[in-house]
């Protein structure tokens, strides 16, 4: 297998070229003290550090699994050696509070070198980057005792934190959690039920462990509003805050999983586990969303980075196999058969898997700046930013994921026989990325998100906003040589998804079932025209430096010659996507109950 | 997990309604002796093996593996038993040559039941089943002395053979073969060389096994002219035609696949092993590819079994679980949440099974039948079927095994985190499915087989003729009631599939990378109007039951739904073939092998 390579040139090229990071950094006063060599450096060594302590593990770390006997978990070999050394090295601290022994950071530098840990081993990082949304939430909704008792540690990375929401029968739909929290006289609350699919919700890494809870009080009203958040420690905290005895929490069971098998994905029974109230009573699940947009960013990014690990496996299997003969003639005379890079079909499917890498960088690096903004002051700064990631961030979430899933599928093909085998580690890829579809929301509860939620509800003028946005994009570059065809693809799609919102505008009050029968659709189209605006940006760049006889010529010309086969062979998509809103819900809806099993 | 139903209702409907069977078998000879109460003894009898003895094995046969120690192969518990079984009822014998012990039996029979057993478990199968293609090619290329020492063993299924073509070096490219054939003084010949991926190249089902190996002649010509078949069996054979001593063939491991662990995939040594030519010198490959039409149909039945079964999975979990409620209100008002069945984007789901599994049995089953017209002795029958074969294998090889990949991962996504969730048997389908769009030639060696070959070839008359029964059935049924919608997109996308074909023809010759750049695409438009051909004709037919007061209204029903989706929701797809088409090669050649590279 190749050893993965962090992309540092493209992620320069979406910082500095494409994205103007140095502008953005400019306008937030929590950048202000983090200057070029800074980015560098840091970019620099979690790409030595993702490169070579945890890519290493990769594999392995599949084959092994995680495994939990009476209660204990073990993480592969080398894993929790891996999350010291991370954690000697300061990078929990990173972005986190300075006050609690954080550093300061814009999320968005700490998102854009995650990617390489998560395309490295992204089963490691299961365990290791959870703590930044525990600190977020206690950040923003505990009090300061338990901020004091629970952030410094977190940030440090001594101890770990999960999240704690999903219940034996209850996934997307958290009304119906049952978990209880019962009051005590000491102020503290005991806290029983079953929890699952919590990740890291047991692990041999850290001493203590600080689980975010959700549960019902004894007085709480049905449904989402009677939801409560608790923080509950694997072991209680002694009066000087150290960790002490077990608390009442046990983990069951880790599940048997297609994929990221050397993540622990436990089973956890709290048994009246003693734990604190966070934030209010019944407004638990706001608490606990604070970090949503963060969290599905992430999952984005996942999607992401398994693109890129694909393409980098599948292009180095493409350069080295030998089959068959180019079309127009053999390349290779020498050999007895050319590479397959020369297969116009094998190049469709490496392009692809290109594109999807690096315009799915361009648009998490994209919504980045804009969770800077919404982590800025300024309110007006602030509001804006949590409007357009309220439309973005399903956006990212549920397209990018979906790609990365055919990024490594396509990683399988190139490798034929070959890619059905594990050595290779593509299926291993196919196996890993499928979960990001998945959690954080799926694909559908994220396609309702977009259209029910927000462009039906507050975020219409907001995406009249975004799109208005590209289409000065393209109104400015209509006349530029070389990019005329794609402006004209790119303005034309987005009057198209302005035209179909509006039509479903019109339609959806009479038909309660159109919107979640064409989220999914209505979600991929906008994620397509997203990314086709951040692939013409990027040939636009890439044209300017090839203007002036730059000397990475190859690097320009590969963007632009990737931007080129993005509207030529994936925006065309869209139409897919505009007949399924076209021919609405009726298909769906249809058939009964038995009709569905008639036939077996 | 749901227990798995052979869906019989609906085999029926593609055998009597659909494809009128009784009159197909009525003009076959073979079949004349096949009357309706065997078709219904057989299809019930192999149904109940399927469900009963091989479906319970399905996922513990994933959880324990093939293992290899010292080159001896242990397939998982129940596996040996269970072919046991098989063999006691004599199914290895059905459709083989009776003159060998075989039982007369078109060979559409034998594949309409062989979905039961795909379904249930098909890395058992990828021992059980592989018979017939050794059977097919010694009786069609062996020596009388040859066919009598192998082929009434194999009937029998005493013993069980294999195809051994792929080496380290070589897969999708035969011109690489190494493999060497020496002659000895005996007659016989010493092979030497190694071969991988050989489906059950060691295994613990029977005392011998007949391996069908390709090597080259010490006089032979370089590339695929220069190779030869040879028949080696595991043990050699006493003068009374036992297996007698071990010959030199050892089974150095076996691969760690993705899926299909069950099944031992092998690397298989041959050491000077002693074997016979079978057939003419340097003519190997001919003999090997007699079977190739019928077995790309079965690895197209391989990927519709896996959408069947997927399916029913999905449904019993929809029908069970419960999140959320209906758009238009609540229906369960008794229960905390209704079905995920109400939810329309999870119907979108599960009618892209549906119509995936249906509508792929319909295109298996309608090839099926010209297969048994390619196995008559009626030279102008025979013909005629070859050539519509030739143009019909690669669609169904390539769409259905695509689209049951497709099936199968909708499966994880219609059960949410439960999908990824090894206990619930749909992951374990999206990793056994994956191999059926890569072996037998992958997709995109499909696409080039149809265009570049076939359409572009001798076969243009024959997609003429096959889209002409297109056309025509639009216009007999262009103003039948409720079917008119359907039949017009039907008629529209044939006219954009020849027209597509012209315009092809027109360009390829002056670009030699156009049909291997848009082959995929082309096959898959192709696929999708074949099936939508397909879905309008089961609508008629169900349109007439419906017409009739059938007491099955709920099934045809379904059926008229079913096709409505397909028309709505998965047809459209076509434009994006279009567009590939007409982007042409430009923007995937454009790139430089270090264009490729940059930005890492």
């Not at 079953?194 to 692990?203: N, P, R, Y």
């Not at 919404?374 to 979906?402: H, N």
């Not at 991929?524 to 010529?553: D, H």
Request: proline share 5%; aromatic share 8%; hydrophobic share 40%.
């Amino acid at each position: 297998m190749t050893p993965y390579q962090a992309p540092l040139r493209d992620l320069r090229f979406c910082f500095d070229e494409l994205l103007d990071y140095p502008a953005h950094y400019s306008t937030l006063p929590l950048a202000a003290e983090i200057g070029r060599d800074d980015v560098d450096f840091i970019v620099g060594e979690v790409a030595k550090f993702a490169q070579e302590v945890i890519a290493p593990l990769y594999v392995s770390g599949d084959s092994e699994g995680a495994h939990c006997e009476d209660g204990r978990v073990t993480s592969p070999r080398g894993f929790a050696e891996a999350y010291r050394r991370y954690v000697e090295a300061g990078w929990p601290r990173l972005g986190n509070p300075p006050e609690h022994g954080g550093q300061a950071a814009p999320y968005s530098l700490k998102l854009a070198v995650s990617e390489f840990m998560q395309a490295a081993n992204g089963a490691w990082c299961m365990y290791a980057l959870l703590n930044d949304g525990g600190i977020k939430t206690l950040m923003s909704y505990a009090q300061p005792a338990q901020i004091e008792a629970f952030v410094p540690k977190l940030v440090s990375g001594e101890w770990m934190s999960t999240m704690c929401l999903t219940e034996p029968q209850c996934g997307s739909d958290l009304n119906l959690v049952r978990c209880r929290a019962e009051p005590a006289a000491d102020g503290k609350y005991r806290i029983t039920g079953t929890k699952i699919f919590i990740s890291s919700g047991e692990q041999d890494f850290s001493e203590n462990i600080v689980h975010l809870v959700l549960a019902r009080l004894p007085d709480a009203p049905p449904g989402t509003r009677g939801i409560s958040l608790f923080v509950i420690p694997k072991r209680k905290l002694r009066d000087d805050g150290s960790a002490g005895d077990a608390n009442a929490i046990r983990c069951l069971s880790i599940e048997h999983k297609m994929g990221l098998k050397a993540s622990a994905t436990c089973v956890m029974a709290f048994d009246g586990a003693e734990g604190w109230l966070v934030g209010e009573p019944h407004r638990g699940l706001k608490a606990m969303f604070v970090y949503i947009n963060k969290s599905r960013l992430g999952t984005a990014q996942q999607g992401q980075a398994h693109a890129e690990a694909a393409y980098q496996a599948s292009l180095a299997y493409a350069r080295e196999r030998r089959a068959g003969r180019a079309p127009s003639g053999p390349v290779s005379r020498d050999k007895e058969a050319d590479a397959l890079l020369v297969h116009p079909d094998i190049r469709r499917m490496l392009l692809t898997q290109r594109a999807i890498a690096e315009g799915g960088r361009a648009l998490v690096l994209y919504c980045a700046q804009w969770v800077d903004r919404a982590d800025t002051d300024d309110r007006k700064v602030r509001e804006q930013a949590e409007r357009r990631l309220a439309l973005l961030t399903p956006i990212a979430k549920g397209a990018v994921s979906e790609w990365g899933s055919e990024a490594a599928d396509l990683g399988v093909q190139i490798l034929g026989g070959h890619g059905y085998m594990k050595e290779w580690g593509l299926e291993q890829r196919v196996r890993d990325v499928r979960i990001t579809r998945i959690y954080e929301g799926t694909t559908g509860i994220q396609g309702m998100d977009l259209l029910g939620r927000k462009v039906l509800g507050p975020q219409r003028e907001t995406l009249q906003e975004f799109t208005g946005e590209i289409l000065d994009f393209c109104a400015r570059h209509a006349s530029d040589n070389g990019l005329r065809p794609l402006v004209r693809k790119l303005a034309d799609a987005t009057n198209r998804w302005r035209t179909m919102t509006d039509r479903i505008a019109a339609r959806h009050s009479s038909d309660p079932d159109l919107v979640p029968a064409i989220a999914v659709d209505y979600l991929m189209f906008a994620g397509y025209v997203s990314v086709a605006w951040l692939w013409a940006r990027s040939a636009q760049v890439a044209n300017a430096k090839l203007a002036t006889k730059s000397p990475e010529r190859e690097f320009y010309l590969a963007k632009l010659q990737t931007a080129q086969f993005y509207f030529d062979r994936i925006l065309p998509r869209i139409a897919v996507c505009e007949a399924a809103v076209e021919a609405g819900s009726s298909s769906l809806m249809a058939m009964s109950d038995d009709g569905f099993a008639a036939g077996r």
